[in-house]
DNA sequence: ATAATCGAATGGTTTAACCATTATAACAAA
DNA sequence: TTTGTTATAATGGTTAAACCATTCGATTAT
């Protein structure tokens, strides 16, 4: 019924004003706050005070600090660092594994796409050919580490597909949370690299013929293979 | 392949140390951190410089602090407060609409249920059976706000059934961002109710012969049909 | 022209004091 | 004894003024 009344914390109401400009739309992204002496005077408080407000503001992501004579704090374009950086805690704290994260992933993949699929225009299917002929010729010269970003690439092109910002939100946020395990413990060879090729190839196919169902399930694999492998070599 | 060199400020370091000790268990939930006019002499710095790092720690949902002669610094468990706060910054700087995170949801929540009928054991099915007669009441008896509260506790039981936390949490944080928005949208009536009532029969009975696809299926229908309503009487 | 130097603005830090809140203890009243 | 009041002291919240460290740009020297 009732929310929690407000605290008495000057540098609350500070982050609250600042905040509320910035998602408003007054304080655009990559414009300049004034100085904290200057600021402290606008909102009448003291430095330290002030200095507190724009740590939690810092903290939130909405801006950056620089130093030096042309320095100061500048207003960011909100995204998702802030939900990485918690989703990074919260897998520090053993409060989920990397296999719950795998078994998320291969899901959210797989509803991905399908809302690809639905939304494919011609343009990105021809997009996804070119990376598909990219990664082909990796594949012969046995270059995996390039071949492996190729592979990214064509998740990212996938949530781009969806039209959602959520999706991408949550995919990115996956991503750069289970990435550093990839790279530890997926060794890349032929035969695999195979497989993701084959993968690729039968996804751009059930796109042609708009197989939204066909396509995710085959992400889906291509996912849990990636994963498995990954949970092996650990 | 390099990372950006450190900082030299003194309340990062403070921050990380704090939170590494969180992390690794060294401080356990329910502790008290010491008092900050002592805090500031073992890490040899000033009072305004570790207010400074608590500020932080506190905005990541490391620490509550409390007023008063026994208040302080304590360590909170991690959850996914700041995953929520983050998000809904996103939604209100207009990054993301409700629509967006309606898609989402459905995607979300037939994922949840195909895994939470892989996994449904015995006493998971009776307690949704109990939910279910719980509902049937309070449908009889017009009463739609104790019957939404069944409803929720159904989408959560749910979530507890996947045994996946990354999915739990998921669903918190779009559960608490959506959910003003229902409040203030979604009238219900008899009409309405019955049908969400015989989704959750449906739901009960594919888990009792194991159809994972056809409790998807429904709960994403289900889901859909709130969000359309929700739209339509905005 | 180019390089070195200097100055000034800005964030980062320190110190010391005072204010506001609140749990607890001491005390008073019933 | 029980209950209500008051005083105390520890703690977080705030303020003020000074100094340090970094950085950009102007000035100067070569």
Redesign the pocket.
Known sequence: MFKKAK???????VVEQIQDAILNGTLEPGS?????????DV??????????A??VL?QKGLID?????????IVKRIDTEPIMESLALLIRSGEVSIEHIAEFRIKIEGSMMELAAEHAAKKDIQELESLFNEAKVFYKNSEWESFLKIDEKMHTHIGMMTRNPVFQFVQKSIHDNIHQYYAQHLSMNKKRALENLTDFEKIIAALKINDAKTASSIIMDHVKRFSDKMQKNR
Request: aromatic share 6%; glycine share 10%.
């Open positions: 605290q008495t914390r000057v540098f609350q109401d300049k706050l004034p100085a904290e002496r200057a600021l402290k909102f009448n408080t003291s430095r330290g005070t002030l200095r507190e724009l740590r810092e600090i620089k130093l030096g004579v042309a320095g100061g704090a």
